[in-house]
């Protein structure tokens, strides 16, 4: 578990109820990067957070500034997201 006051997290998937994931860890200053497949709303994470962003997973699971990866994904990818990270090393 990330017990650090510094951690960072990406979130995956910033539609209906990753926008709040987004902006509440935004306002803790965790948030390290979003990823979405949709480019209108990582130039909304963008402009509201000034957040890193992109549309791989890949970069999510690469990126050694992040510490944790917060779904907010379909149910049916969970798994899949889920694995790959903790094989990553991520939390």
């Not at 970069?59 to 990866?69: G, T």
Request: some cysteine; aromatic content about 6%.
């Amino acid at each position: 578990m990330v017990a650090s006051r510094n951690a960072k997290v990406a979130v995956v998937g910033s539609g209906y109820w990753g926008k709040n994931l987004v902006r509440n860890f935004h306002a803790l200053g965790a948030l390290e990067l979003v990823c979405d497949l949709d480019e209108d709303r990582l130039r909304e994470a963008e402009e509201v957070c000034g957040a890193k962003t992109t549309p791989r997973f890949e970069d999510v699971l690469d990126d050694p500034q992040i510490q944790a990866v917060v779904l907010a994904v379909p149910a049916a990818l969970h798994y899949k997201f889920v694995k790959q990270a903790l094989l990553s090393g991520k939390e």
